[in-house]
């Protein structure tokens, strides 16, 4: 059974940062391409950032710069650094796995605010 857990959101002031972490049991995140979602008030869910089976990334404009994507195998871990935030990126962060269906976390909160 495919289990993502999120965990690492909090109220932060701008420019400040964060590090989010998905925890996933069932799959092995080396092996699959994943992701990081996100939905901002009133907003649709939105596709943050990417990281394929051979490392390579891919991140959304809004973020390209200031949010990095990662993993560690040994920890079967997902991690989204995220640095210099803005109001705008509050939201909830979901990771994500394509594995057959559609598996999501249940969502870290992630608020910034002065």
């Known amino acids: 059974q495919v289990q993502l857990v999120e965990s690492g959101g909090g109220l932060v002031r701008p420019g400040g940062s964060l590090r989010l972490s998905c925890a996933a049991s069932g799959i092995s995140v080396r092996m699959n391409a994943m992701n990081w979602f996100r939905q901002g008030p009133g907003k649709e869910r939105e596709l943050v950032a990417s990281i394929s089976t051979d490392g390579s990334t891919n991140y959304a404009d809004s973020v390209q710069g200031r949010f990095t994507i990662s993993r560690d195998s040994a920890k079967n871990t997902m991690y989204l650094q995220l640095n210099s935030l803005k109001p705008e990126d509050t939201a909830v962060y979901y990771c994500?796995?394509?594995?057959?269906?559609?598996?999501w976390g249940q969502g870290t909160q992630v608020t910034v605010s002065s």
């Open positions: 994500n796995v394509k594995f057959g269906l559609d598996y």
